[in-house]
């Protein structure tokens, strides 16, 4: 009977170690699995990255809103950096062009971060126009309210349609804006 109770209690004690083990793995950023390509940790050193303005000069956009460049990114390589908001987004960009493919369109998807949970995919729109010369842009908005959240940012999942490409996109600026009175 007392070898029974002493493998009972290794068995026990050896699954609270396993449980404990994977409670301290799970709980670590860079251990966490994404829930898509698309929604992943960002590393600020990673290049492609949106350079972001803290305060903005005079005469330029408000706090709420910014702009930046992207330097190459490929169908869901990154993510721009995330801004407060849960009411309105308007992305545009200017100046698209693609390398390793002819470049015609670009899906770029507004994701809602949920603390703690799957982020929240608010959908994707296509841009086309910022193709058609170095000056020429393409805007698109999404109007929605997502409980649980307040921040947002957007990825490039594809690139040409649904096609898998190794191509990447350079955009020559990009401006967000999260105030539907403009």
């Known amino acids: 009977m007392t070898r029974i109770m002493r493998l009972r209690s290794v068995l026990v004690l050896g699954l609270a170690a396993t449980a404990l083990v994977g409670a301290v ?6 251990g966490a699995q994404p829930g898509s390509r698309d929604a992943h940790v960002v590393n600020s ?27 190459g990114w490929g169908p869901g390589s990154f993510e721009s950096r995330h801004w407060a908001d849960n009411d309105y987004t308007e992305i545009q960009f200017i100046g698209c062009t693609m390398f ?15 603390p703690l949970s799957f982020d929240k995919d608010m959908g994707m729109q296509t841009y086309y126009n910022c193709f058609t010369g170095p000056d020429a842009s393409t805007r698109a908005y999404w109007s929605a309210y997502y409980a649980n959240g307040d921040q947002r940012y957007f990825t490039i ?22 105030a539907l009175a403009d």
Do not use: C, H
């Open 157 to 178: 999942p594809q690139l040409n349609g649904p096609e898998y490409t190794r191509a990447t996109v350079p955009v020559k600026r990009v401006y967000v804006d999260t």
């Open 100 to 114: 390793g493919a002819t470049g015609k369109s670009a899906g770029v998807k507004l994701w809602q971060s949920i």
């Open 25 to 30: 793995t799970s709980a670590s950023a860079q």
């Open 45 to 71: 050193s990673d290049p492609g990255l949106i350079e972001l303005y803290s305060t903005p000069e005079p005469g330029q956009i408000g706090p709420m809103n910014w702009d930046g460049a992207i330097g």
